[in-house]
């Protein structure tokens, strides 16, 4: 059988890939308001970036403007974030989270560390260090894919995971 770059065969790369969601499944569907991936990753951004008009959310989600409408008003009925008018020209408007969306983003995202620590606790520090090492090569990887052209040069991707995973 022939083997990828990566030194894995077809079979054993799905076969990493199939392990890494059945850890990932879990943690997409842990809260009773099930936001699908794209409403989530909507919240984290306005997080990182407190407010933002539809056609700058609608891009970042690789979503029409259309359908990021569509997405904003469940998210409004659902209480995660509010339309802010502006006052001297009502067909401006910024989106940004509420108290009951920001505490969302928060407690999703101390359910992924909690998960993930334990998922990787029986772990030893030579096995961790081993899949960090991997997981910085698996980047390099896919940064000269189209992964890399999609999140622009590194500094900016960097900058923008930052945003979006560290603050709150």
Do not use: C, W
């Not at 990887?141 to 052209?149: A, R």
Request: proline letters at 1%.
């Amino acid at each position: 059988m022939e083997k990828s770059s990566l030194g894995l065969t077809v079979s054993e790369f799905l076969f990493m890939v199939e392990m890494a969601m059945s850890y990932l499944r879990p943690m997409q569907t842990t809260h009773s308001k099930n936001l699908n991936k794209t409403q989530l990753s909507i919240l984290r951004e306005l997080r990182a970036n407190n407010k933002m008009n539809l056609s700058q959310l609608a891009t970042v989600a690789s979503v029409t403007n259309q359908a990021m409408t569509t997405i904003s008003n469940q998210l409004v009925k659902q209480g995660f974030i509010e339309r802010i008018y502006n006052e001297n020209n009502r067909r401006q408007i910024e989106i940004q989270l509420t108290k009951t969306g920001l505490d969302y983003v928060n407690e999703t995202e101390d359910e992924v560390v909690s998960v993930v620590s334990q998922i990787f606790s029986g772990l030893s520090e030579a096995d961790l260090n081993a899949l960090h090492k991997s997981s910085r090569e698996i980047y390099a990887i896919l940064e000269k894919t189209t992964f890399g052209e999609k999140y622009g040069n590194k500094k900016e991707f960097e900058e923008a995971r930052r945003k979006r995973y560290i603050n709150t």
